[in-house]
């Protein structure tokens, strides 16, 4: 009787021995595979993130070559109308200095 209750008690330590192992063995690996996902879904969000910088620069850069050439283009009609004023007033301006010059040549003499 001795026997068998000692026989029984290893056979029970020898099952609760593998219980305890299967049971860390499954921990370990839901632990790895929790690492795992965690490090991929990390990755993921990272090369979500960049991607999103790169969009949001590039849609930046577009904005400010829009503005760029707007203002270059409004400075560009600013120059032509300067010109195109200037081009007007130009035969009047030139009778205006000869006509002083006259004048200062005839208060001199």
Known sequence: MKTEVLKSIKETEAQS???VQAAEASAEKTIS???HEAESLIAKATQIA????KQKLLD???VSLT???????QGKADADKLISSGEKKLQQATSLFVERFKEKLHVSA
């Open 60 to 62: 930046a850069r577009n």
């Open 17 to 19: 021995k593998s219980v």
């Open 67 to 73: 503005k760029h050439d707007a203002i270059v283009n």
């Open 33 to 35: 595979d929790a690492n």
């Open 50 to 53: 960049e991607d999103y910088k």
